[in-house]
């Protein structure tokens, strides 16, 4: 309604000047006390403010102040932890799992190998400042970077492919869309199911030989 619309206006501009993120907001019957409006608007408002990336609502708790939106370059040496330390952001990547299988037709098209063939899956979440915001699932050939397997346990991944094996990746593709989050997406961001995820499908080449070394799905948090 144009009266939500209006209130999440006044309550971003609130939100900016007022609060830091991770703040938790009034609850909804203190707001629709406070701004003499029903708790359906003061729900619509909310919903409006968590699609803009200004809050997040979390079950049983309440809504809670985000960051900023902050600018995060995509080219051919794109780094999601030096974007955001570079913007004052403390960020990390964290291994949540790493496992071997066999190429689907999806992956095999993107490596350039054989469907059928071993790859690495490894699955990351990126934190920034101890919040989760990306949630990456990367594929590697698995006899081209078999260390990824058998060592890799977090950091900059690129940096780690760089100092073993002497191979810098440039990236060549990046194909983006926004969609609405899946169960894994949604346990592992801390998201509800609603609120849209932008997707960025990428594939990096070994920079010397142009050989296709990783494969890798992202999902951002919106």
């Given amino acids: 309604t144009l009266l939500s619309i209006d209130l999440s206006k006044t309550l971003t501009e609130e939100i900016r000047t007022r609060h830091k993120p991770g703040d938790m907001l009034d609850s909804q ?61 403390k960020a990390e990547t964290r291994v949540l799992r790493k496992i071997g299988i066999p190429a689907d037709k999806e992956v095999s098209h993107h490596l350039k190998i054989d469907p059928g ?22 594929y590697f050939p698995l006899e081209q970077v078999y260390d990824v397997m058998r060592v890799y346990e977090g950091g900059s991944l690129h940096q780690f492919i760089f100092e073993r094996y002497n191979m810098r990746l440039r990236r060549i ?23 849209p995820v932008l997707q960025v ?14 494969y890798v799905d992202t999902r951002f948090k919106s």
């Fill in 173 to 195: 593709l990046s194909l983006i869309n926004a969609q609405l989050p899946n169960e894994q997406d949604c346990e592992v961001l801390e998201i509800e199911n609603h609120i």
């Fill in 117 to 138: 063939e071993p790859v690495i899956l490894l699955e990351s979440v990126g934190v920034m400042d101890g919040a989760p915001v990306t949630r990456g699932l990367q």
């Fill in 29 to 89: 019957a203190e707001l629709s006390d406070r701004f003499g409006v029903s708790r359906t608007i003061i729900r619509d408002t909310l919903e409006i403010l968590e699609t803009t990336g200004v809050i997040q609502r979390i079950q049983g708790k309440g809504a809670v102040v985000l960051h900023q939106q902050i600018g995060y370059p995509i080219h051919r040496y794109t780094r999601f932890t030096e974007i955001l330390e570079k913007n004052g952001r």
């Fill in 201 to 214: 499908q990428s594939v990096n080449v070994n920079e010397k030989t142009d050989v296709p070394i990783e």
